[in-house]
């Protein structure tokens, strides 16, 4: 998805401090290097994941931060099984999300992909990519973090953001925001994933950060 627009003032992002960010951007790359080589693996050619930004947003600013509003949007929600459970959700605008189908297919464009094999390709996508940063982070913390079965839809950027903040009635007050960056044999697509910690699991995060820091 396309950043925040360059000509217009950013919303405030959360001064929190307790968590280091950069330790996250590293976990979120490992999580990225195993579902590429997850990926590599299913698809038998190389794929290249980055992870080249992190922001932690008051999630209230989500729709301003990205100022994508009415743009057309493919999502895959779902949750943690755990006590230290969390909501995530993983957004592609919509030509996003098939040209990433359209490379784990081999389709030959994304109008020649089939609707049905684009669903199962993100959902097969969404299994890799986020159990493979859920892996990273449950490393790192020394606990086990299992995710729900994933649920996709399609609308405005602003219509999911909005519906999924009623659902989780705000009991984040911030996101994780990674946002990746696909790569195969030239072609190049982007989503986002974001993160929104339960109270328990963001001190957990907060005191692994504060350990490392010390070392």
Known sequence: MKNKSDTKEAPTIS?????????????????????????????????????????????????KFYNQHETSTTAVYLQLTDTYGCDILLMFEVTEAKKIAAMMTFASSIEELDPNMETSAINELTNILIG??????????GITLLPTIPQSTTDSF???IDSFLIRQSLLSENALIFETRFKRQGEDAKCILMIFPSRDLKELLAQKSKALIKI
């Not at 493979?132 to 913390?141: G, K, N, P």
């Open 15 to 63: 001064d929190d401090q307790e968590i280091d960010l950069s330790i996250l951007l590293e976990l979120g790359s490992i999580g990225a290097g195993h579902a590429a080589t997850a990926l590599s693996d299913v698809l038998q050619q190389p794929i290249l994941i980055d992870v080249p930004k992190i922001h932690n947003v008051q999630a209230h600013l989500i729709p």
């Open 158 to 160: 602003d219509a999911i």
């Open 132 to 141: 493979s940063f859920l892996t990273a982070i449950s490393d790192f913390l």
